[in-house]
């Protein structure tokens, strides 16, 4: 399975000229995909008390009404036959064959993906005009889809006293109707508007992350609280005497510079939060450990037995320090590892399965680190 690009468009040419700068329209991208996922099967995901949905009804030009799942069956009997949409996020964590589609993008770091939202709408079915802070690559599985794209603006105006973000003007610069098979690329901040035609339609949005800057400083600044030790204080420049015992002398802010800087810029600090920040899982994707605990020792033997896979819900990624340091990150913790551990480590966070055979060469050091993410259950068997 792969991402169907036109002839003179590399992947590399994508990534120059598109990413995050303009919208971009790929008429049969994919080809060998089933998208089997049915309307009704979606709505049953819809009613589960823990997977996050959402429905939006729209009632005239400007009243706009969303309700939240879980939902009961007979709220899909009681529906109008049009404008109206139902919306469920994180739909990869729940069925295997819609999480394979992130193999289409593999060119984006895998880190950066945040989940697959399925939308069905019935004909006049939508959200409204509106701007998302993310890229997102929405791929037609079902029907077809009319898109109206606007430019990019900043802090555009909201209708006011609505429940969803709809703006107020919004006047589209293109138009597309897109059908089974192909993909819009929209960069952030970009004005869309996405409705359902004739027949009913399901559209898989592949939406990353994109967290704000102040949500990032926030996480940064509770990790060096954390990391930062309490017995480090600040001391005075060398001194001498002032007119005025008041005053904060220019040589005072530069040692506290200094003594910030130390912690705020420190290289390898800042990878380590970065990928504990990065691999942080949604609080409703709760992960059950497993039952009972394994041993160091029971661990070959497991691997052994059956192959095994990353939970559904983990998130992966490692990196390599400046040092020299082999970092391992899962779900918001730090493993740091020997060099020769780093091949192993790319097994764990790329293969779609992990079993003896890629493990073959695994340095001991690594059997504590395995161990603990079979007790998360991070690492579970694949027959689970």
């Known amino acids: 399975m792969r991402l169907h690009l036109p002839p003179e468009l590399s992947i590399q040419d994508f990534l120059d000229d598109y990413w995050q700068k303009k919208p971009l329209l790929l008429r049969n991208a994919i080809r060998d995909h089933p998208f089997d996922l049915s309307p009704e099967e979606l709505a049953g995901l819809a009613c589960e008390e823990e997977v996050e949905s959402r429905m939006v009804l729209r009632h005239g030009e400007q009243d706009w009404e969303l309700r939240h799942g879980p939902f009961d069956e007979q709220v899909f009997a009681q529906l109008p036959d049009r ?6 996020q994180d739909v990869d964590k729940y069925l295997p064959e819609v999480a394979e589609l992130f193999k289409l993008f593999h060119f984006i770091p895998s880190w950066r993906f945040d989940d697959i939202m399925i939308s069905f709408a019935v004909p006049g079915g939508s959200v409204g005009p509106h701007t998302d802070t993310y890229d997102v690559f929405l791929i037609q599985a079902r029907g077809r889809r009319r898109w109206q794209i606007g430019n990019r603006a900043e802090n555009p105006a909201l209708l006011p006293d609505l429940p969803i973000r709809v703006l107020a003007d919004f006047e589209p610069e293109q138009e597309w109707l897109l059908e089974p098979g192909d993909v819009l690329y929209l960069p952030p901040g970009v004005a869309h508007w996405g409705i359902g035609e004739d027949g009913d339609c399901m559209t898989w949005s592949v939406g990353l992350r994109a967290p704000s800057v102040p949500e990032m400083l926030g996480s940064f600044t509770q990790y060096l609280l954390d990391h930062v030790p309490e017995d480090a204080h600040f001391t005075d420049p060398p001194l001498s005497p002032q007119d005025s015992p008041a005053q904060i002398r220019p040589e005072a802010m530069a040692e506290t510079g200094r003594k910030l800087d130390a912690w705020l810029a420190a290289p390898d600090l800042r990878l380590r939060w970065f990928g504990c920040f990065s691999t942080e899982i949604k609080e409703h994707l709760f992960i059950e450990p497993r039952p009972g ?27 390599t ?46 059997l504590p680190v395995l161990t603990r993410l079979i007790d998360e259950n991070w690492l579970e068997p694949c027959d689970d």
């Open 83 to 88: 404008d109206w949409t139902l919306l469920v």
């Open 321 to 366: 320090g400046g040092n020299g340091n082999l970092y391992l990150f899962v779900c918001g913790e730090v493993f740091e590892l020997p060099e020769d551990c780093q091949a192993v480590v790319i097994q764990l966070c790329d293969a779609p399965v992990i079993d003896a055979r890629l493990l073959q060469d695994m340095p001991d050091t690594l």
């Open 293 to 319: 605990t394994v041993t160091t020792e029971q661990v070959p033997g497991l691997l052994d037995a059956q192959p095994w896979r990353r939970h559904p819900f983990s998130r992966w990624a490692w990196s």
